[in-house]
C-alpha cells in the first residue's frame, strides 16, 4: 500500500530536497510516529505530479529498458564501443595515453563511487575519485567499465543538450497577466540577469515551477504534501500530541532531481526540473538562524529568503555539472577551513546527512547567500566570496545592499 502523501506516484524523491530540519535524529521519534500516524488518518493527500513528470519518468524507464536489452544483446554497437571503452582504460593504465586525456574523468558527475567498505577492500576502490589515475588504481574490472561507459552516454546527451535551443520554463508563478507572489515578480527575468543564459543552459534545468499552495513535510518515514489550511491543522496538532517538535523544522521549501543524471541511476541525459514549495513558517528574524538577512526590512527578508531558495536548488545544478574535480577539491579545503556557513548547512550534516559535511550543500547556501547578501560573504567567508567570484564571473549578485 502506497504511503498518504508519496511524492509523484513512485518517482524517486530521495536526495531532492531543501530540508529545514535535522530530521528525527533531533527529536524524539515517537512523537514524531505520533504526529505521522495522526496526519495519515486525517489529512488528505496532495499530488504534485505533472504531466512532464510523468514523461520525464517514462523517458527514463525507457532508456533504462533499452540499456538491459543492449547489455544482453553481445553483437550490439553498445559492445563494441564497450570493448573500445575497456582498450581505452588498459591502454591508460600502461601509461600509453597523453595527460591532455585526463580532463576524461570530469565528462560526468559519475565518478563518485558509493560501494560499501567490503566491496572498497576487494575491488581494491572506492570514491569519491579526484583524478582519472584514481580511477584506475587497483585495475579494471566489470563494474568500472559499465560505469564510465554510462558516464560517456549521459556525457554525449549533455552535450547535444547544450547545443540544443531549449530553454527553461518558468511554470506557475502568474495568473493570467498578475503574478501569484509578489515576491516572485518578473522571476524568469531575475533568475537570467543572476546567472546569465549560458550559465542557466549549462544547469540543464528544465523548468522551475512554483507550487504555490502546497507544503512538503516530512514525518519519519512518511513524506506529507499538504495544502496550506492543512498544514496548519498539522502544527496546532503538533502542540497538543507533539509538544517537543517544532514541526517548522520538518519541510522541504524546494527539491530537484539533478543526481537522475548520475550514471549510478541512469544512463540516458534528462533536463531535470526544479519545484518550488510554499513558503510559510519561517523566522526570518531569528539572528542565529538566518544572520545573511540581518539588516533588511520585513518585506525584503521575505522576498530574498523565497529568491535566495531558487538560487539555492540552482546551486545544486552548479555544484553538479560544472565544479570538475580540481574545483570540488579546492571547495571541500575551503569549508573543511571555514565550517557550516549557515544554520541549515549545518542541520542538513547533522542529520538528514548522517553526520557528515554534505559539500554541495554548503556549496549552495553560498550561491544564496553571494546572491542574496554578498557583503555578508566578504565580511566573513572572504576565501569563499572569492572562490565564487573567480571560478562563476556570470554569476551578478542582486543589487540590494
Not at 510523468?54 to 550490439?76: T, W
Not at 575491488?123 to 584514481?134: I, K, L, Q, T
Not at 501569484?180 to 540577469?193: A, F, Q, S
Amino acid at each position: 500500500m502506497p504511503k498518504k502523501g508519496l511524492l509523484m506516484d513512485g518517482v524517486e524523491t530521495k536526495n531532492l530536497g531543501d530540508l529545514d530540519s535535522g530530521t528525527e535524529i533531533s527529536q524524539p521519534a515517537a512523537q514524531i510516529k505520533l504526529l505521522a500516524d495522526w496526519a495519515y488518518e486525517n489529512l488528505p493527500a496532495q499530488s504534485i505530479t505533472t504531466e512532464s513528470d510523468i514523461k520525464l519518468q517514462n523517458r527514463r524507464e525507457q532508456a533504462l529498458h533499452e540499456f538491459e536489452e543492449e547489455l544482453q544483446n553481445p553483437e550490439s554497437n553498445f559492445h563494441k564501443f564497450v570493448i573500445w571503452v575497456q582498450n581505452f582504460l588498459n591502454d591508460y593504465s600502461r601509461g600509453k595515453m597523453y595527460d591532455e586525456d585526463k580532463p576524461l574523468l570530469d565528462l560526468c558527475r559519475g565518478y563518485k563511487f558509493n560501494i560499501n567498505t567490503e566491496q572498497a577492500a576487494r575491488r581494491g576502490w572506492a570514491g569519491p575519485v579526484h583524478s582519472f589515475d584514481e580511477f584506475i588504481d587497483g585495475g579494471i574490472d566489470e563494474q568500472k567499465i559499465w560505469y564510465l561507459v554510462r558516464a560517456l552516454r549521459i556525457n554525449n546527451g549533455y552535450s547535444e543538450y547544450l547545443q540544443g535551443d531549449s530553454q527553461t520554463e518558468f511554470i506557475g508563478f502568474t495568473d493570467g497577466n498578475d503574478y501569484i507572489d509578489k515576491d516572485y515578480t518578473n522571476i524568469k527575468d531575475v533568475t537570467t540577469e543572476v546567472f546569465g543564459k549560458d550559465l542557466l543552459k549549462k544547469c540543464a534545468i528544465s523548468e522551475v515551477s512554483l507550487l504555490s499552495d502546497t507544503v512538503n513535510v516530512q514525518l519519519g518515514q512518511e513524506e506529507f504534501f499538504l495544502k496550506t489550511e492543512d498544514y496548519l491543522k498539522l502544527k496546532q496538532m503538533s502542540r497538543e500530541i507533539a509538544p517537543d517538535i517544532n514541526i517548522a523544522d520538518y519541510k522541504y521549501r524546494a527539491f530537484s532531481d539533478q543526481n537522475w543524471n548520475d550514471p549510478k541511476s541512469g544512463y540516458n541525459f534528462f533536463p531535470t526540473p526544479i519545484r518550488l514549495l510554499k513558503i510559510i513558517d519561517e523566522d526570518l528574524d531569528d539572528k542565529n538562524k538566518f544572520p545573511y538577512l540581518n539588516g533588511f526590512d520585513e518585506a525584503e527578508k521575505t522576498r530574498l529568503y523565497k529568491l535566495g531558495t531558487l538560487f539555492h536548488d540552482i546551486g545544486h545544478h552548479i555544484y553538479f555539472y560544472l565544479l570538475d574535480s580540481q574545483k570540488e577539491i579546492q571547495w571541500q579545503a575551503l569549508i573543511n577551513k571555514s565550517g557550516h556557513l549557515t544554520n541549515y548547512s549545518s542541520r542538513y550534516s547533522s542529520g538528514i546527512a548522517g553526520d557528515k559535511v554534505k559539500y554541495d550543500e554548503e556549496f549552495s547556501e553560498a550561491i544564496r547567500i553571494y546572491i542574496t547578501n554578498p557583503k555578508f560573504l566578504i565580511d566573513n567567508y572572504g576565501d569563499i566570496y572569492k572562490f565564487l567570484e573567480t571560478n562563476f564571473p556570470d554569476i551578478n549578485p542582486l543589487k540590494t545592499v
